[in-house]
């Protein structure tokens, strides 16, 4: 290519590179214009009305303009590892910030006029610090490739959160008041997905072995389990009901019930054998032939080929597979509240019920923040799979 193409191509980089910062940032901008950063409402069941975010930028809080400003002038620089750790440290700055004004604002005699105001976040909020988290997340990328760290944009706030910066918020308040409730919930939805995956592991992984030994049944077994992906959860766990109820009623001793743990389980399992039975069938065909022929050659026998062999490679696919699964299983936990399996489900909907909207964001935060935790701690189990060094 001629010197002058290279040079062209060498101006051109820095415009490309940086567009996805450039559509995020316009789109912090636009949700801090034009929705509310917070609202305010005499009681908890009342909506309000909304605060924005130029009224609460008063005093000292006009310094969160500074890493936004950065994040601004970031978009004109060329690609380099010190602009994206800037970039990510301006956006760690920026959302840990916004999570102080709401704070502050929550417990300010200027937003609260009376004892029983309920402060909730805006939508702006909302949308403001998932457009701020992917910035810093798109930057902390570019800066270790390969690495997942978005999640360290979250200690600011998290501190704020557990130094008690954040308790005059509504969702807080909501926290406080039915502390015992949420601790319980949220063991009872952890034992539904810990059940439901240990399940599904004990039936998936000799289906995911007999599917790679038998190709023939393979395509019989992945159109059964295609065929319930198709059911709706909520209608999966409705048909599992009459069924239950009747096996509980001839046979008490089994202590089936047709309502509650037994049918949401038993539907969560089979929603996550498709995904791990087809992750270990992925897994041991990706195994080659000739590392076979090798091992055969080597006088290991059947049992010693799958364990010190198939098995490790196939690990990363199965790992990834039970990620998925068990990211999918944290979020049908919820629905499965509605058949009185409780969970962090039953919160939602309680606060569905009474339109609370605090009540809501109790039980939805939890859940995504689980997944969350859940999907980085198996990328990086993955990630030390396949780069031990």
Same mark, same amino acid.
């Given at each position: 290519m001629p010197a002058s193409g290279i040079a062209r191509d060498r101006r051109r980089a820095p415009i490309l590179q940086r567009r996805v910062l450039a559509v995020l940032l316009v789109g912090v901008l636009l949700a801090a214009w034009l929705l509310p950063f917070l609202r305010?409402?005499?009681?908890? /069941?009342?909506?309000? !009305?909304? +605060?924005? &975010?130029?009224?609460?930028?008063?005093?000292?809080?006009? @310094?969160? #303009?500074?890493?936004?400003?950065?994040?601004?002038f970031a978009v004109c620089l060329s690609p380099d590892r010190k602009v994206d750790a800037l970039t990510a440290l301006a956006a760690a700055s920026l959302l840990t910030g916004l999570v102080a004004l709401a704070g502050a604002a929550a417990v300010s005699e200027t937003v609260t006029t009376t004892s029983l105001a309920r402060v909730s976040l805006g939508g702006g909020f909302w949308l403001m610090g998932l457009l701020i988290w992917a910035i810093g997340a798109d930057a902390l990328q570019r800066w270790q490739p390969g690495r997942r760290l978005g999640l360290l944009l979250l200690i600011g706030p998290g501190l704020l959160l557990a130094g008690g910066a954040l308790d005059g918020l509504s969702l807080l308040k909501e926290f406080a008041n039915r502390q015992d409730v949420f601790v319980?919930?949220? /063991?009872?939805?952890? !034992?539904? +997905?810990? &059940?439901?995956?240990?399940?599904?592991?004990?039936?998936? @992984?000799? #289906?995911?072995?007999?599917?790679?030994?038998?190709p023939r049944l393979a395509r019989t077994l992945f159109a059964g389990l295609n065929l319930i992906q198709t059911v709706p959860s909520i209608a999966?766990?409705?048909?599992?009901?009459?069924?239950?109820?009747?096996?509980?009623?001839?046979?008490p001793a089994s202590g089936v019930q047709?309502?509650?743990?037994?049918?949401?389980?038993?539907?969560?399992?089979?929603?996550?054998?498709?995904?791990?039975?087809h992750g270990v069938n992925a897994g041991m065909q990706q195994t080659r032939a000739a590392v076979l022929e090798a091992a055969t050659a080597m006088?290991?026998?059947?049992?010693?080929?799958?364990?010190?062999?198939?098995?490790?490679?196939?690990?990363p696919v199965l790992l990834s597979a039970i990620r998925l699964t068990t990211v999918q299983l944290?979020?049908?936990?919820? +629905?499965a509240a509605l058949i009185g399996a409780g969970g962090l489900g039953a919160i939602v909907f309680q606060g569905l019920a009474s339109s609370a909207l605090d009540l809501v964001l109790l039980g939805v935060v939890p859940?995504?923040?689980?997944?969350?935790?859940?999907d980085a701690a198996f990328a990086w189990l993955v990630e030390r799979l396949e780069h031990p060094g």
């Open positions: 305010v409402a005499p009681n908890r /069941l009342l909506s309000g !009305q909304g +605060v924005s &975010l130029d009224v609460l930028l008063r005093g000292g809080w006009w @310094l969160l #303009l500074v890493p936004l400003l950065w994040l601004v319980d919930a949220l /063991l009872r939805h952890l !034992q539904l +997905v810990g &059940l439901s995956l240990s399940a599904a592991l004990a039936i998936g @992984l000799p #289906l995911g072995w007999v599917a790679t030994r038998w999966l766990f409705g048909l599992l009901i009459s069924p239950l109820a009747w096996l509980g009623q001839n046979w047709g309502i509650g743990v037994w049918p949401a389980t038993i539907a969560l399992v089979l929603y996550a054998l498709l995904p791990i039975v006088g290991m026998s059947s049992r010693q080929r799958f364990w010190q062999i198939e098995l490790p490679l196939a690990l944290i979020g049908l936990a919820v +629905v859940v995504v923040a689980l997944a969350l935790l859940v």
